[in-house]
C-alpha cells in the first residue's frame, strides 16, 4: 500500500485539487454577485476608460481606498475584451494558477525535490479553493498582487547577493502593493533576512523600495487624483477582538495544515538557506493578524499566511521521509500528502461546496434571481441606490453612493447624513435595493449607516423580494421603491 500511495500520490493529490476547484472555478462564470467589492472595482474601472479621476476630493459619497493599478489594468483589458466583469473573474482565476506555480517554485528554489514542488503548488491550489473560496475567481485585486509578491520573493531567493536583483525585487514588491498595499508581509520577511545575513544589501533594498514608492505615488497623484493619500489611508474601525475572530476563522478549519507549518517553521529557523521561510510564516501571521482588525477587512488579510503555509508544506514533505517516529521503524512518508489534502474536506463541508452539483443548482438559482433585481432596476428609470454596486452597474445606474466607504467617513464625521437623507427624503431614487429587509440591518452595520437606514425605511417600501432567498447563497436582497410610487 505504501509503494502504491507513494507511486500515486500526485495523481491522488492532483485529483483533490481539481475537486476542490469545481465550484469556484465553475461559479467564476455565473452571472451574479460574489461579493460586495465587484460591483465597486467595475465602477472604479469604468472611471478610469472614461477618463475620469478616482481621487478628485477627500471625502466624497463615492471614494477609493485601494491604489489604481488594479482598476487601471482591467481597463486596460477592457480595450480588448469589452467587458469588465468576467475579464476580472479570469484574471482572478489565472492569478492563483500562477500563485500556486510560483509556490512550487519557490519550495524548488529551496533545496526540495519537483514532487515536493508539485505537491505545494497543488497544495496552493486546493487550500484556496476549499477555505477562500470566495475570492476564488472574485473580481477583487488582491490574488494579482499576490502574484507580484510571489514574484518578487522568488527572484529574491534566486539572486540574493546580486545588487541589481535585490533592486529588482524592491520594484516588484512596490508594483504589488500599488495593486493591493495591504501584503506588506513579504517585503517585510525579505528585510528582516537581509538584516541578518548583510546589513548593506538591507539599506539597498529598503532605498530602493523608498524611491520606487515615491515615484508610484507621484504618479498615482498625476494621473488618479490630488487627494490619492487621503483616500488610501481613510481611517475606519478597527476591533482587538476582531483579531481573534479572524484567526479562529481562518485557522480552525485548516488547524492540522497549520500546526504542521508552524512545526515545520520552527526545524527551519536555524537553516541558513531555509530560514526565510520561517521570517516570512511568522511576519505573514503578524501583518495578517494586525490587518484582520479593519472593518470590512475579511480572511484575504491571511492569504500570504496561507501561501506561507503552502511553502513550509512543502519543506515539510521534503524532509519527512528523514524523520523516525518511535511507533514505527519505517515512515509512512506517502501518508502525509493525502492526510493534509483530505483535510482539507473540512472548509469544504463548511462552505456547502463538497457537493458541487447541488452547489451548482443553488448558484444556477441565485443567478435567476439576480437577473431579476437587474430587470426590476432597469423597469425603474432614473437614479438607484444599490447596496451590491455589482446590480446597479449592470442595470446601467449611475454610480452616486458607496454604502461601505460612506457609512464609515459618516461614522467619523467626515461625511454629513443629513445631505443624502435630503434626496432620500426628496424621492430622489426610484429604488433602492439593500441586502435585506432593513428592520433587521443592526446599527452597528457596515454598509447602513443608522438615519440612513431608517430615512429609507421610513419614506420607501419593499417591492421586491424574494421569498425564498435564504434558501441559496449569494441572494437575499430587497428592493424597495418611494412610498408615494407604491400606490
Not at 506517502?334 to 472548509?347: D, E, Q, V
Request: aromatic share 14%; charged share 15%.
Amino acid at each position: 500500500m505504501n509503494s502504491f500511495l507513494k507511486k500515486y500520490t500526485v495523481a491522488l493529490c492532483a485529483f483533490m485539487a481539481v475537486f476542490t476547484a469545481i465550484i469556484p472555478f465553475t461559479r467564476a462564470f455565473f452571472r451574479l454577485e460574489i461579493n460586495y467589492n465587484e460591483g465597486w472595482n467595475i465602477f472604479n474601472a469604468t472611471a478610469l476608460v472614461n477618463r475620469q479621476s478616482l481621487y478628485p476630493i477627500k471625502y466624497g459619497w463615492t471614494s477609493v481606498n485601494y491604489p489604481m493599478l488594479s482598476f487601471e489594468i482591467l481597463a486596460q483589458l477592457h480595450r480588448f475584451t469589452h467587458e469588465y466583469l468576467f475579464t476580472a473573474r479570469v484574471v482572478s482565476l489565472l492569478s492563483l494558477v500562477a500563485c500556486s506555480l510560483l509556490v512550487a517554485a519557490i519550495v524548488k528554489t529551496l533545496n526540495s525535490s519537483w514532487r515536493s514542488s508539485i505537491l505545494a503548488g497543488l497544495f496552493c491550489l486546493a487550500v484556496f479553493c476549499a477555505a477562500a473560496n470566495i475570492y476564488v475567481g472574485m473580481d477583487d485585486p488582491q490574488m494579482l498582487a499576490q502574484v507580484f509578491f510571489l514574484l518578487a520573493f522568488l527572484t529574491y531567493l534566486r539572486h540574493r547577493r546580486s545588487l541589481p536583483a535585490i533592486a529588482f525585487t524592491a520594484l516588484l514588491f512596490v508594483v504589488a502593493c500599488f495593486i493591493k498595499h495591504n501584503p506588506i508581509d513579504f517585503p517585510l520577511a525579505v528585510l528582516i533576512e537581509l538584516i541578518l545575513v548583510s546589513l548593506p544589501r538591507a539599506i539597498w533594498f529598503s532605498l530602493c523600495g523608498i524611491l520606487f514608492a515615491a515615484i508610484a505615488v507621484l504618479l498615482s497623484i498625476r494621473f488618479g487624483g490630488p487627494y490619492f493619500l487621503a483616500q488610501i489611508l481613510a481611517q475606519r474601525s478597527y476591533s482587538s477582538l476582531k483579531i481573534v475572530g479572524q484567526l479562529i476563522k481562518v485557522i480552525r478549519p485548516l488547524l492540522l495544515p497549520f500546526c504542521v507549518a508552524a512545526y515545520t517553521a520552527f526545524r527551519l529557523r536555524k537553516d541558513a538557506t531555509r530560514r526565510i521561510a520561517t521570517i516570512l510564516f511568522l511576519t505573514t501571521l503578524l501583518v495578517g493578524s494586525y490587518f484582520s482588525g479593519g472593518q470590512g477587512v475579511n480572511i484575504n488579510a491571511l492569504f500570504s499566511a496561507i501561501l506561507a503555509m503552502s511553502i513550509l508544506l512543502g519543506l515539510f514533505w521534503d524532509q519527512i521521509s528523514s524523520l523516525r517516529w518511535q511507533w514505527t521503524p519505517r515512515p509512512q512518508a506517502a501518508f502525509a500528502p493525502l492526510i493534509l489534502f483530505i483535510w482539507l474536506i473540512i472548509p469544504m463541508i463548511q462552505s456547502g461546496n463538497w457537493l458541487p452539483i447541488r452547489a451548482l443548482r443553488h448558484a444556477a438559482a441565485a443567478q435567476t434571481r439576480f437577473d431579476e433585481d437587474i430587470a426590476f432596476l432597469q423597469s425603474h428609470p432614473g437614479p438607484a441606490l444599490c447596496e451590491s454596486l455589482l446590480e446597479c452597474n449592470l442595470a446601467g445606474k449611475t454610480y452616486l453612493y458607496d454604502t461601505f466607504n460612506a457609512s464609515a467617513l459618516i461614522r467619523f464625521r467626515k461625511l454629513d447624513a443629513d445631505v443624502f437623507i435630503d434626496q432620500i427624503l426628496q424621492h430622489r431614487f426610484s429604488a433602492i435595493q439593500t441586502d435585506g429587509l432593513l428592520p433587521l440591518v443592526r446599527d452597528d452595520s457596515e454598509r447602513w449607516n443608522p438615519s440612513i437606514r431608517d430615512a429609507i425605511e421610513a419614506n420607501y417600501v419593499p417591492a421586491l423580494q424574494h421569498k425564498d432567498a435564504a434558501k441559496y447563497p449569494y441572494q437575499n436582497v430587497v428592493i424597495y421603491i418611494p412610498k408615494a410610487a407604491s400606490r
